[in-house]
């Protein structure tokens, strides 16, 4: 309910918007801070553009942002706090030169080069964690949200590219220019050395050109399929020919660059890869899809035309700005209307993170990590060059459930082994004779059953141990290794029930909703969880309004609470 | 029926750690293909897609073609090694199996599957072979999912269309029937005792405008969330209990693609409902070292599929099963400069299955004959999808497709 006075507000300010710019001597029109001005400034708005703007608000970050101000926390959400973890330092391989090379024997060679990549593996896997303490501590919201948005934009994955070093100095690379110029960013990639070796440049030479790169270039990373001809593609390969990478670091092979006259897009000259680059930039196509990606990537819906057109204006007239482009839009009335505001389907990696954060615990950055992975998304291992699709892409059925899992996880009330365990009742001859062994026998007290192989087993090879079976190997290594990691669940949700008097099985159950989740909680799925809790602590034997005082029933109860509320369709959405 | 069973457990307990199931619970039987009777089995389509863009011309080799021999040459599968059809044209040399497929007149293989001012984007090409649409999603929905809403427009069973694997294709984008998908039905399920599974149950499941299953697409994101919960639910229990019930008649690899095809007889045998699977082979992006990756390959497409089509073999299902391979595009005649090829697009498709009539359907488009560097289709790929929709389904096949194309006669009945 409190959000719908504040959706009825939006939309008569997007009415006088409107009016407004049909009128030329409105004042609007000339001053758009006082829009800006006009906006409410509450806890729904706060809430809404941390959840855009950065990975989720915790009730504390809420109060601190209203304290402020919306001018002031503007300004501190693109400068960030002053508190910044301290930049990841590279550890450089310590590569032996040509020489020394020389002098190791065959299998001296063999055994640093096993090294070697053990050690960079080892590296980026740091620095994954790194930078997911990164997005769950905060300090900087917006940057890293950037940063994200960047590496699905100019996607590189770790699994061609090979090297860790690259993937790291690529991710510093979006962190640098995160909410910089787009323009900068599209002449720094194509000098990228992880770029580079993803998309076969380092293979795109005078004699034979490979066009994997200008391809992606014009299709993906500035103008958009239906800007360009094959033409096109063909003559600004030649202009990438040269550039190249070695070790992590980008060099210019001037041999293997062809250097004659080409075309492209209309334009002649002996181009080279920074003309090429500033051939697209002035496209007029070339400023829509950037703002065309970043407004869905914000919006979280395919921005309607004049939408795009007018922020792509925008964005063209600010030399490709990026922070300008998001000032606009967290100015902009529509952003805060009812059609974006609780609509977007959550990503993985902020489905973690935000839920960490909004349960206030703290696993180690690589936990987080792995889960995000688990759903779909896994930072350094885009699925393709295209990056992720986003939105209703994330739910399928299966995602869907190990979200709910891994929150459980994150809770600590469910195990790896309740996930993977069935009960022998699955084998039962017929539905309803399961149903009833089911009931007969609850999953909690059979002893958990070992799947069956896939493959009929050779003896002696077997052993069916841990489920760790064909194609359910990773998904059960990961949810292991979330399992295994030590970390000290600091949570007690029964303190942040009483610190606000929410003690009646109704007064829990909102608490925590409104808590947990970004949007209102639809009134059935109150009724179950209400009917949950009582259950619960009816069987306990508990009177209403005394669960809170019940130390280890209390608790957990409210975690299974909070596991079924982050279960939820609501939960996937913010 | 009871004594094939009773056979079949005594089989099951030979594995070991199966010996605890038999004994805990009372009637147990796993179930293998040759369990299932004929009124059960309704026919089914297994979409088999090569990711990436399959180099045709390494899987169906023109050894015959002077085009060939001229334009490969870091990527050229040596004449010696092919398993020559004719004196055109050779099977790459890991597809034995394939092949002996092929000679029993189980695989029917359509040359030079394109279409017309093909596109080399990755992305879209892909998009138009999944909507069967040129204009690629822009069309809409997927063409199964176009195909579900025509054939089977009120069987709301959220396993009428599974996809067994990581990212769910185009192809299966239903706004009415979204796919079931998993990576492994192992753990395919979300973990609470029963009231915790009872409340998720009634907090997920909301009647909006006073409907709660109808042909209506999901207004909104909150609705289609609802309804992949809905459909999870019920979706992983039957799923997970085909699974754990299925034995095998033949070993599978451990290679995930075989793995997957494992998963496909077990839910056909174990009746789950579906209608269409979809499976992955991916990794046919081949612009660089493309020999040892795409022998690779074919390598593993040569171990998975014939073991499934083994599996299944002389039963009801096998006979209710085709299976249909493609690609979203071919690649360039001439390669790169990487040991590679860049994106194309005519390729090769094939359809297999015991209701095939096998053989060669369509032409190898010519390698000297080409369009701006690239072969020339000879066969829209939608003939052989109408194909599908029209004598495999009876579904008139313009409805789904949005136009007529001529049939491909690739089937026995």
């Known amino acids: 309910m409190k959000f719908c006075c504040y959706w009825l507000m939006t939309l008569a300010l997007s009415a006088s918007a409107i009016a407004a710019a049909g009128d030329p001597k409105a004042p609007s029109a000339q001053k758009p801070a006082s829009t800006a001005n006009a906006l409410p400034w509450d806890a729904r708005a706060v809430e809404h553009l941390l959840n855009r703007a950065g990975f989720g608000a915790t009730p504390a970050e809420i109060d601190a942002a209203l304290g402020l101000g919306r001018e002031a926390f503007l300004v501190q959400l693109f400068a960030g706090l002053a508190n910044d973890a301290p930049a990841f330092e590279i550890d450089e391989p310590d590569r032996p030169s040509p020489a020394e090379r020389r002098a190791l024997s065959e299998e001296e060679r063999k055994k640093l080069y096993q090294r070697l990549r053990r050690e960079d593996t080892a590296q980026l896997l740091e620095y994954s964690g790194w930078w997911f303490d990164a997005m769950a501590q905060s300090h900087h919201p917006l940057r890293e949200r950037m940063v994200l948005f960047w590496h699905g934009f100019f996607t590189s994955s770790a699994k061609e590219v090979k090297n860790g070093e690259a993937m790291i100095r690529q991710n510093q690379l979006f962190r640098q220019h995160a909410l910089g110029s787009y323009a900068d960013l599209l002449h720094a990639i194509v000098r990228d050395p992880a770029m580079l070796v993803y998309l076969n440049n380092t293979k795109n030479t005078r004699a034979a050109p490979n066009e994997n790169l200008a391809r992606e270039l014009m299709e993906l990373f500035s103008l958009g399929e239906g800007h360009y001809s094959e033409d096109d593609v063909k003559e600004a390969a030649r202009a990438l020919t040269g550039f190249q990478a070695r070790d992590a670091q980008f060099v210019f092979n001037r041999r293997q660059h062809d250097a004659g006259k080409k075309t492209v897009l209309g334009v002649s000259g002996e181009l080279d890869a920074d003309q090429l680059v500033d051939i697209l930039l002035a496209q007029d196509a070339c400023p829509r899809w950037v703002a065309g990606k970043l407004l869905q990537h914000f919006e979280g819906r395919v921005p309607p035309k004049e939408r795009v057109e007018s922020y792509a204006k925008f964005l063209r007239a600010n030399n490709y700005r990026v922070d300008a482009f998001l000032k606009k839009l967290f100015d902009d009335p529509v952003f805060y209307s009812a059609e974006v505001v609780g609509q977007r389907i959550v990503g993985p990696i902020e489905f973690m993170v935000a839920n960490c954060r909004r349960l206030g615990v703290n696993p180690p950055g690589n936990v987080l990590a792995a889960g995000a992975s688990l759903l779909g998304q896994q930072v350094f291992g885009p699925p393709n060059v295209k990056g992720w699709d986003g939105g209703r892409a994330w739910i399928t059925t299966s995602t869907f459930l190990q979200r709910g899992n891994l929150v459980g996880m994150l809770l600590g009330v469910t195990r790896v082994e309740d996930i993977f365990k069935e009960d022998p009742a699955m084998l039962a001859d017929d539905e309803n004779a399961a149903d009833g062994a089911m009931s007969d026998e609850p999953m909690g007290e059979s002893e958990p059953m070992e799947p069956v192989p896939k493959t009929p087993p050779t003896p002696g090879k077997q052993k069916a141990k841990n489920n760790d079976l064909g194609g359910g190997r990773g998904v059960n290594a990961g949810l292991r290794m979330m399992e295994s990691s030590r970390w000290r669940r600091e949570l007690d949700l029964r303190e942040r029930c009483r610190a606000c008097k929410a003690t009646s099985d109704q007064a829990i159950v909102d608490r925590l909703a409104s808590d947990l989740l970004a949007v209102e909680l639809s009134p059935e799925a109150r009724v179950a969880l209400v009917e949950y809790v009582r259950g619960e602590r009816t069987s306990l034997g508990i009177e209403e309004g005394q669960l809170l005082e019940k130390k280890a029933y209390g608790e957990a109860t409210l975690r299974e609470l909070g596991h079924l509320i982050l279960s939820l369709p609501e939960a996937q959405l913010n | 029926m009871n004594l094939d069973r009773r056979q079949l457990l005594y089989g099951a307990g030979a594995l070991a750690g199966m010996s605890l199931i038999s004994a805990r619970a009372e009637g147990a039987v796993k179930l293998s293909a040759s369990a299932v009777f004929a009124s059960d089995v309704p026919r089914t389509l297994v979409l088999l897609q090569f990711s990436g863009g399959n180099d045709g011309l390494s899987m169906v080799v023109p050894f015959g073609d002077d085009g060939y021999n001229s334009a490969r040459r870091a990527t050229r599968v040596p004449e010696k090694d092919l398993l020559k059809l004719d004196d055109y044209r050779g099977f790459h040399p890991a597809l034995t199996r394939l092949r002996a497929l092929l000679d029993a007149g189980k695989l029917a293989l359509v040359e030079g599957a394109g279409y017309p001012t093909p596109i080399r984007s990755h992305f879209k090409s892909y998009e138009v072979w999944h909507t069967a649409d040129l204009r690629g999603r822009a069309a809409g929905e997927g063409w199964i999912g176009k195909l579900v809403k025509a054939a089977w427009p009120d069987n709301r069973d959220p396993n009428l269309v599974v996809h067994i694997g990581k990212n769910v294709p185009y192809s299966l984008y239903s706004l009415t029937h979204p796919a079931a ?92 409902g579906s209608r269409v699977f979809s499976v992955e082979l991916s990794g046919f992006d081949t612009h660089s070292d493309q020999k040892n990756r795409h022998d690779a390959l074919m390598r593993r497409l040569d171990v998975s599929l014939p073991t499934f089509l083994a599996d299944i073999a002389g039963s009801e299902v096998g006979k209710n099963t085709l299976v249909m391979a493609f690609s979203e595009f071919g690649r360039r005649v001439k390669e790169n400069g990487s040991g590679g090829t860049d994106h194309g697009v005519a390729g090769p498709m094939f359809v297999a299955g015991e209701a095939v009539k096998g053989g060669l359907y369509g032409k190898h488009p010519s390698l000297t004959k080409l369009d701006d560097g690239d072969l020339i289709h000879t066969t829209d790929f939608r003939s052989v999808y109408a194909t599908l929709i029209q004598s495999w389904f009876g579904v008139d096949a313009t409805r789904v497709l949005g136009a007529k194309y001529p049939l491909i006669p690739l089937l026995t009945a």
Do not use: M
């Open chain 2, 181 to 272: 998908s998993f990576a492994t039905p192992t753990g395919y399920k979300w973990a609470g005792d029963e009231s915790e599974r009872a409340a998720l149950e009634k907090g997920g499941d909301v009647c909006e405008h006073g409907e709660k299953e109808t042909e209506r697409e999901p207004a909104n994101n909150l609705e289609y969330l609802r309804k992949v919960l809905r459909d999870g639910q019920a979706s992983s229990e039957a799923i997970r209990r085909a699974a754990l019930r299925y034995r095998t008649r033949t070993e599978y690899d451990a290679d995930e693609l075989a793995q997957a095809l494992r998963d496909v007889a077990a839910l056909s045998v174990g009746q789950v």
